[in-house]
Structure formats: structure tokens, C-alpha cells
């Protein structure tokens, strides 16, 4: 079993940084692929970023490509999303993902295992 714990949303103004923070819990022996996804108030929730289990491959949405960072560190099985320049159009919930199958990436909610509950961020113009 898995628990995804998210942190690190909040409101700030366009042009600031966030980043977010995705602890797993449970399960530790393994590694798992990780993403980030969001939804917006009236939309579906969509891709943001994923990235593989050593850390070395990451696929990011071309949405927020110049912008957002994914990472992760091992040793306290947390994954990072680094936003930079926000935009108001970045208002969302966003939510952390664990995959626990072969794939080395994983860009689609349904090859998602595991699920935070979420964490807030408003950005202002």
C-alpha cells in the first residue's frame, strides 16, 4: 500500500516560484515512476510532468515545458515540481501519481497506481 503526500501549493502572484513536494509513504522498498498532474476549477485534470525511476528521464508538458521542472531524491522518497514564471493559467490543484509498473515514464492518469489528495496553487496577476 501507498500514501502520496503533497505540499508546498499556495497563492502567490504571476512571475513568482513554487515548488511542490510529493512524499511517498508505505511501500519504500520499491521505486515507483512518479507524476505530477493538475486540474483546473471546470476541467478535466491533465499531464503536467513524469519522470522515471532513477531520476534521469523526465517528459514534461509542452505547456509548462520552459517553465516547470520535475525531480526526485530517493533517499527520502520525495518527488519535486518546480514552478517557475506562473501564470494565472496555472491555477489548479495539482496532484502527485505513483506508477508501479515496468513502464519508464508514464504521461497518461490511467497507468497511475496511487494518488495524493492534492495540494492548492493560486496564482494572481
Known amino acids: 500500500q501507498v500514501r502520496l503526500t503533497e505540499s508546498g501549493g499556495g497563492s502567490v502572484q504571476s512571475g513568482d516560484s513554487l515548488r511542490l513536494s510529493c512524499v511517498l509513504h508505505?511501500?519504500?522498498?520499491?521505486?515507483?515512476?512518479m507524476g505530477w498532474f493538475r486540474q483546473a476549477p471546470g476541467k478535466e485534470r491533465e499531464f503536467v510532468a513524469t519522470?522515471?525511476?532513477?531520476?534521469?528521464?523526465?517528459s514534461i508538458a509542452d505547456s509548462v515545458k520552459d517553465r516547470f521542472t520535475i525531480s526526485r531524491d530517493n533517499d527520502v522518497y520525495t518527488t519535486y515540481l518546480q514552478m517557475n514564471r506562473l501564470r494565472p493559467e496555472d491555477t489548479a490543484v495539482y496532484y502527485c501519481?505513483?506508477?508501479?509498473?515496468?513502464?519508464?515514464?508514464?504521461?497518461?492518469?490511467?497507468?497511475?497506481?496511487?494518488w495524493g489528495q492534492g495540494t492548492q496553487v493560486t496564482v494572481s496577476s
Open positions: 508505505g511501500d519504500t522498498r520499491s521505486l515507483w515512476v
Open positions: 501519481a505513483a506508477d508501479g509498473s515496468y513502464r519508464s515514464i508514464a504521461t497518461e492518469q490511467g497507468q497511475y497506481d496511487y
Open positions: 519522470i522515471n525511476r532513477k531520476g534521469d528521464r523526465t
